[in-house]
């Protein structure tokens, strides 16, 4: 198996690793309720979706 002639110098490694990086998530306010949710989905607590009823949510008892 051939090996590598030189080892790579740290800044070489962190500059090809700078992109290897987590991002949060983007959350809105839903406009019915105002619980945080991710863009494009259902709101998790009330259903609605862009302002209109999506899911019929039954209540957790």
């Given at each position: 198996?051939?090996?590598?002639?030189?080892r790579?110098?740290?800044?070489?490694?962190?500059?090809?690793?700078?992109?290897?990086?987590?991002?949060?998530?983007?959350?809105?306010?839903?406009?019915?309720?105002?619980?945080?949710?991710l863009?494009?989905?259902?709101?998790?607590?009330?259903?609605?979706?862009?302002?209109?009823?999506?899911?019929?949510?039954?209540?957790?008892?």
């Amino acid at each position: 198996m051939p090996n590598p002639k030189w080892r790579f110098s740290k800044t070489r490694t962190r500059k090809r690793r700078t992109h290897d990086k987590l991002t949060a998530p983007q959350l809105s306010t839903c406009s019915n309720c105002g619980a945080a949710v991710l863009y494009h989905h259902v709101c998790p607590e009330c259903g609605y979706y862009r302002g209109k009823q999506a899911i019929e949510m039954t209540p957790n008892a």
